[in-house]
């Protein structure tokens, strides 16, 4: 990948396409533990959830 290239990641499967070049790369997915943090804003955001629902 160059500087200044356009890529989209797709956290859920973990393929990273280079939209420049057409290049597919492959990683691994984010875990879904860890994708719960991003989407509660957080690992403070995601803990205050949890102890509010008492889990």
Known sequence: MN???KI???ADTGEII???T???YQA???PDFMRQI???GG???????R???GV
């Open 28 to 30: 691994v997915p984010i």
């Open 51 to 53: 102890v509010n629902q």
């Open 43 to 49: 690992l403070i955001s995601y803990v205050k959830g």
């Open 8 to 10: 989209t990641v797709n």
């Open 3 to 5: 500087e200044g290239d």
């Open 38 to 40: 991003i989407d509660a």
């Open 22 to 24: 057409g290049k597919k």
């Open 18 to 20: 280079n939209e420049t």
